[in-house]
C-alpha cells in the first residue's frame, strides 16, 4: 500500500475495467474479489480479498487518499455512511458504472481532491465525469479550495459552508485581497457580476455585500474580522520571507521564539510565511533547520557574493569579517521574496537578527513591499 489511490472491483466486468486501469493510471493499487484471479496477481502487485468489500473498505479509507470502486453508487454509499469522519479526513471517493461509461465523484470532491481524481480516472478509460459540486457546475469560486493551488491556508472553516452557499446563490460576494497571487480565477469567462474584488479591507468595508472572502498576511482588526468575517472566510497566502541571521549552535526554540514574537509585534500571521532565507553557511545550522521543518517552510541559502549585491542601509564590517557579506537577513529576505524594500529592515534578540518582507507576485504593480501593515 504505497501508492496514493486503491481501485476495488467485485464484478467481472469491474475487474476487466480495474485490470485495465491499473496499466494506463499506476498511481493507484488493485484490489479485487479472489474468484477472479488470473494467477498473475503476485507478479503483478494486485491484491484478492475474500468475502464481502465491506470488510476492506475502513483499512483502504486509512491507507489512501483516493478509493476508486469499480461499484455501484447506492451499494457504495450504504457501505461507506458507517466509516465517514470528516470532510477535512475522508479520502476522494469515486464509482465508476459497471460499464465503464460514467466516472461519478462521491465524496470529498473539493478537500479531498475526488473532483479532479474523477476527471483524470474518466480520461484514462474514455468515459464521461459526473461532478456534481455546486461551484463546479456553475463554475465559480470553490470557496474551500480558493487558492489551494498556491498553498493559501484557510484561517477558519467555520463559515465555509454558508459563504460558499452565497457564492453559489449569486449573492453579493466581496474578494478582499491585499496580497497574495491574483490569477486565481479559473475560467475562461469574466467573473460573475456578483463578486467583487477590493485591494484592502476598508475599501470593501464601504461597499455592501453578504459575504466575504479575504486574502491577506495581517492580523485584522476587531471591528475588520467584526463586518467581514460574520460571513466570511481568511485566507492566508504564503506572501512573507523571514530573513535569519543567528549564532552557530542557536537552539530551535530560541529561534522560534524570536519569530513568533517579531510577527505578533507587526501583527503578521505565521501562517502567510513561505520561507526563511540566510547566508549559506547556515545550511546545515540545526536549529533552523528544525524550525523549517516544524513549519514546513523551505530554508533558502545565498552565497556572500549574492548578498553582497543589495544595497544595505546599515552595512556590518564585523559581519563582514565574519561571512564575507555585509549582511545576512536584511539580502537574503529581498532576495528571496524579490521586494524592494523591507516590512521590518532587521532586528536583533539575542543569538538572531531577522528581517520580514513581502513577496513581490508577478501580479503585484507598484507594491514594494511596505503596505498593509
Not at 289 to 295: E, L, N, P
Request: with cysteine; aromatic share 8%; hydrophobic share 40%.
Amino acid at each position: 500500500m504505497n501508492k496514493p489511490f486503491a481501485a476495488v472491483a467485485i464484478t467481472k466486468h469491474g475487474v476487466e475495467m480495474a485490470r485495465s486501469l491499473a496499466e494506463t493510471f499506476p498511481a493507484a493499487d488493485l484490489y479485487y474479489m479472489s474468484k477472479f484471479a488470473r494467477g498473475d496477481e503476485a507478479v503483478k502487485d494486485y491484491r484478492l480479498f475474500e468475502g464481502s468489500v465491506k470488510l476492506i473498505l475502513p483499512d483502504l479509507f486509512k491507507a489512501y487518499k483516493g478509493i476508486i470502486l469499480f461499484i455501484s453508487l447506492g451499494a457504495v454509499v450504504r457501505m461507506i455512511a458507517p466509516i465517514l469522519e470528516d470532510k477535512k479526513k475522508d479520502p476522494a471517493v469515486i464509482v465508476i458504472d459497471d460499464r465503464g461509461e460514467h466516472v461519478i465523484s462521491v465524496l470529498s470532491g473539493h478537500l479531498g481532491g475526488a473532483n479532479e481524481l474523477t476527471r483524470e480516472v474518466a480520461s484514462a478509460i474514455g468515459a464521461r465525469p459526473v461532478i456534481t459540486t455546486a461551484s463546479d457546475v456553475q463554475q465559480t469560486i470553490p470557496v474551500d479550495m480558493f487558492g489551494r493551488a498556491f498553498g493559501w491556508v484557510i484561517e477558519s472553516f467555520e463559515k465555509a459552508t454558508p459563504v460558499s452557499a452565497s457564492v453559489v446563490n449569486e449573492e453579493r460576494v466581496a474578494v478582499v485581497q491585499e496580497t497574495g497571487e491574483s490569477n486565481w480565477w479559473m475560467y475562461d469567462k469574466p467573473l460573475p457580476s456578483h463578486i467583487k474584488v477590493y485591494g484592502s479591507a476598508a475599501e470593501a468595508m464601504n461597499t455592501d455585500y453578504d459575504a466575504a472572502l479575504v486574502i491577506a498576511d495581517r492580523l485584522l482588526e476587531a471591528d475588520e474580522e467584526a463586518a467581514l468575517l460574520r460571513n466570511g472566510v481568511l485566507y492566508r497566502p504564503k506572501s512573507l520571507v523571514l530573513g535569519i541571521g543567528c549564532n552557530r549552535g542557536t537552539a530551535a526554540d530560541e529561534i522560534e521564539a524570536f519569530i513568533l514574537d517579531t510577527l505578533t509585534e507587526l501583527r503578521l500571521s505565521v501562517k502567510s510565511v513561505r520561507n526563511i532565507a540566510t547566508i549559506d553557511l547556515k545550511k546545515d545550522e540545526q536549529g533552523l533547520i528544525d524550525v523549517c521543518t516544524k513549519y514546513g517552510w523551505e530554508l533558502i541559502t545565498y552565497t556572500p557574493e549574492q548578498l553582497n549585491t543589495i544595497p544595505l542601509k546599515n552595512p556590518s564590517e564585523t559581519v563582514y569579517r565574519y561571512t564575507g557579506a555585509y549582511g545576512v537577513s536584511e539580502p537574503a529576505a529581498l532576495l528571496s521574496s524579490g521586494a524592494a524594500d523591507w516590512l521590518l529592515e532587521k532586528k536583533k534578540s539575542g543569538n538572531c537578527t531577522i528581517s520580514v518582507t513581502r513577496v513581490r507576485f508577478d501580479n503585484d504593480a507598484g507594491n514594494d513591499g511596505e503596505a498593509a501593515v
